[in-house]
């Protein structure tokens, strides 16, 4: 786990407050998740999980909000994700920068809100609020390490979030 906790670590550029520990338990809790989801929807795409949960999915127009670079979005109030079509096109952009996978890079999105949605009534989730540099919290490591489960990825999930934050500097 050691070597998932500096993936982590480094790529979603969490805080010297944040202990191993802490990063461990959040990689943990998204894979865990990930695997009861795989159980409980089995045979089922990304979307077709998402829909079957009663979360719906709609596309809206930007993607940019204070200088960084948003895909997508859980909304909680009306249970539904929100996918910012400028920023998948950015995606779409960066693809030959990541290794080949047999995935829409759209679905990496759509799990990675989905984590949001069927964790937002978890008991457990009070715990993972530690604050990172950049604004992201341990929540976002599990969803990161979540989609990355859900999806089969051959690589950490906050990989493409570091190379969007390089594509909108570069």
Sequence with gaps: MTEKRQVYQALCR???NVSRQEVDAAVLQGYSLADKTVTSFPGLSVRETAETAGIGIRYVTGGMCAG?????AFCPRGRFIELYRDGL???ESIRDRLPAVDVNLEDIVIAHELYHALSAHRSDRSSLTTAAEDGSTLPEVSAAAFAT???GLPFEAPLIDCLLRRE???
């Excluded at 960084?68 to 997508?72: A, D, N, V």
Aim: proline share 0%; glycine share 6%.
């Design 14 to 16: 969490l805080n010297n």
């Design 68 to 72: 960084k670079l948003i895909c997508g």
């Design 89 to 91: 096109s950015r995606l």
């Design 149 to 151: 489960r859900l999806c």
């Design 168 to 170: 909108v500097v570069d």
